[in-house]
């Protein structure tokens, strides 16, 4: 576990929000919205409506930035977004989760939640020195963001399959050689 762990679920969960936004909408409506909160556990107030369905997927190629561009282009995102949300981080405990930040308060807009929640945890990211763990997906054409947790940073592929296929295509190329004379 190279973070801790509210940092990697954070993580998880804003790679998982930039990989709504590929090629099919993954968050074509405010019910999918709402599943994706439930699933990755945000707190806090929510609108369920169509704006704040918006400010949601806006948010989605600002956080992309982050798994493609330098260090120092990834600190002044996180700069802004953490600027932007006058950010103030404060411990809290709540549900089952024990001490972590909350930089944003309750009532914040979610996608701000969300951007200041991401923001937090590549600030633990980049204090550590720890940026290549944030990769695209080696899989062809499939540009979904990955986070890397293992030990040995070896993660290649998204969480969506992309393991399974190139597993797939490695036989399915083995089998098609020629056997050798
Ligand atoms: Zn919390
Ligand atoms: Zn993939």
């Known amino acids: 576990m190279p973070f801790a762990h509210d940092t990697e679920v954070s993580l998880a969960a804003a ?24 699933k990755w556990g945000y707190t806090g107030e929510f609108r369920h409506d169509g704006a704040e369905l918006n400010e949601v997927r806006a948010l989605r190629p600002r956080l992309r930035r982050i798994w493609q561009a330098d260090e120092d282009e990834v600190v002044a995102i996180v700069n802004s977004l953490l600027r932007e949300a ?6 809290v405990k709540h549900d089952e989760w024990s001490y972590h930040l909350h930089a944003t308060p309750p009532a914040a807009p979610l996608a701000t939640r969300m951007a200041v929640e ?4 590549i600030v633990d990211v980049i204090r550590s020195d720890e ?7 080696d899989y062809r054409d499939c540009g979904n963001v990955v986070v890397d947790l293992s030990k040995n940073r070896s993660k290649r592929f998204c ?23």
């Open 86 to 91: 006058q950010a103030l981080p404060q411990l």
């Open 15 to 38: 790679a998982a929000l930039v990989n709504t936004g590929g090629d099919d909408e993954g968050l074509p409506d405010t019910a999918a919205l709402d599943t994706f909160v439930g």
């Open 118 to 121: 991401a923001a937090m945890a």
């Open 131 to 137: 940026l290549r763990r944030l990769r695209i997906c």
């Open 159 to 181: 969480d969506d399959g992309c393991g399974n296929r190139a597993a797939v295509a490695a036989y399915r190329a083995r089998k098609s050689m020629p056997a050798a004379q």
